[in-house]
């Protein structure tokens, strides 16, 4: 039972680049969540989906979009990176009203 | 808005020595406060939740209580294995994402 998964686990980007993060769940939760996580910031919202076909803005959505393709998968795309979305991204997935489970975290560097 | 304060940022203790760690809230409605350890290079690990004032989870050496404004990770006795970061979050009424704090960097020496 795999739970939530991301790909890729690392990624160098050169700014200007585009690339989407993946995340595929397999605990049939409803809402799934992208996070950025830096240091001394703490976990950060980026967008989340309560449900399949609907996404939302949270705390950080600028320079970013969202994809939730089917309730499995949530994807999240920079269209034109930039140093400042160098960062570790959290997928993390939860039923309503209980705790979160998070994903192993990608690695992004823009250089 | 919701807010999430954990302190203290960096916590250093020798093996066998208890502390505490605090977390902080502000929230319209609680829905559930989450402890979460986090371990370099990895994802957060769900602790405990609680739900409301007066609850208390145990795991371990690991010992959560709630009251109406805060929450309390308390740790008896701990071992250099314990040395993570632990976070908290919190979730406002209804299906809301979880707030985190910054957490708590915790160090055990041997």
């Known amino acids: 039972n795999a739970g939530v998964t991301q790909t890729p686990k690392f990624q160098v980007l050169k700014t200007g680049q585009s690339m989407t993060l993946q995340c595929a769940q397999d605990?049939?939760?409803?809402?799934m969540y992208w996070y950025r996580q830096d240091p001394g910031m703490g976990l950060r919202l980026i967008y989340y989906?309560?449900?399949?076909?609907?996404?939302d803005k949270g705390e950080v959505p600028n320079g970013y979009n969202v994809s939730r393709l089917n309730k499995r998968e949530f994807s999240l795309r920079l269209e034109s990176a930039a140093p400042s979305q160098t960062s570790v991204y959290f997928c993390?997935?939860?039923?309503?009203?209980?705790?979160?489970?998070f994903g192993q975290g990608t690695r992004l560097t823009v250089v | 808005e919701d807010q999430v304060t954990q302190s203290p940022e960096a916590l250093r203790l020798q093996e066998g020595e208890s502390s505490s760690l605090n977390c902080s809230y502000t929230v319209s409605g609680l829905r559930g406060l989450f402890w979460y350890r986090q371990d370099p290079g990895k994802g957060p690990e769900f602790l405990f939740t609680?739900?409301?004032a007066g609850e208390e989870k145990e795991k371990e050496r690991l010992k959560a209580t709630l009251t109406k404004k805060e929450s309390f990770l308390h740790i008896t006795a701990p071992k250099p294995e314990d040395s993570a970061t632990y976070l908290c979050a919190v979730r406002d009424s209804g299906n809301t994402p979880l707030v985190f704090g910054k957490g708590t960097r915790l160090s055990v020496i041997a």
């Open positions: 993390a997935t939860h039923r309503g009203g209980t705790e979160a489970f």
């Open positions: 609680l739900y409301s």
């Open positions: 605990m049939n939760h409803n809402s």
């Open positions: 989906s309560a449900s399949e076909g609907t996404t």
